[in-house]
């Protein structure tokens, strides 16, 4: 089963997958899809307010922020990642759990990353906002180095998501049940 949508005026199908017996999420794979990157990100830069620097979360967010940063006029871009690396100094860690993860994750920040951000105009954006918990580490990783966080973006809010408002986001993703129709 596929969810049928149009994303920053390109069609495409997501598959459903199930995340329990009664919940299914449409997936929406960022990567090998240079055409939809370039255009989710040209038109998030449209809403976007002035920022310095980008940040995403590892993985699936890293082509969109790279793009808006290229667009942008090859601005930085951080991405805070799921497990620290021996070249990361000094490194900060936050746990997370996300929609589509069955276990608790880490993002986490090396001393340079820390550094670009202080002081600075954040945009944070994802590929998708769901339980906003991965929202909400990036947040916490911004604040904690004095980072100050202009925008929060993402391609699609999915579910609840699409109720907040402090998030910009180009297209609402329902969830669905196991019968492929969509959860109200
Ligand atoms: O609002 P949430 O419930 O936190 O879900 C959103 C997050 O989930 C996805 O990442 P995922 O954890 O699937 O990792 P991946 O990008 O490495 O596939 C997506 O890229 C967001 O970062
Ligand atoms: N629908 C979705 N597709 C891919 N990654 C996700 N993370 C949270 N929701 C997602």
Redesign the pocket.
């Known amino acids: 089963m596929d969810y049928k949508m149009n994303i920053a005026g390109l069609d495409r199908n997501l598959p459903l997958c199930k995340v329990t017996d009664d919940l299914y999420i449409a997936a929406f794979?960022l990567f090998n899809d240079v055409e939809i990157t370039r255009a989710a990100a040209t038109e998030l830069l449209k809403k976007a307010p002035e920022f310095d620097v980008i940040i995403?979360?590892?993985?699936?967010?890293?082509p969109l922020a790279y793009e808006m940063a290229r667009q942008a006029g090859n601005k930085p871009y951080i991405v805070a990642r799921?497990g620290s690396k021996l070249y990361m100094q000094d490194v900060v860690t936050i746990e997370?759990?996300?929609?589509?993860?069955d276990h608790v994750?880490t993002l986490c920040l090396g001393h340079d990353e820390r550094e670009a951000m202080d002081g600075k105009r954040i945009l944070i954006v994802?590929?998708?906002?769901?339980?906003?918990?991965?929202?909400?580490?990036l947040e916490q990783l911004v604040n904690s180095v004095g980072g100050n966080i202009v925008g929060k973006m993402?391609v699609l809010a999915?579910g609840n998501?699409a109720k907040r408002d402090d998030i910009t986001y180009l297209n609402v993703l329902p969830v669905f049940n196991a019968d492929g129709t969509i959860k109200e």
């Open positions: 794979i995403t979360a590892e993985s699936k967010g890293i799921k997370v759990r996300s929609i589509t993860t994750q994802d590929d998708v906002i769901s339980t906003g918990e991965s929202l909400a580490t993402t999915e998501a």
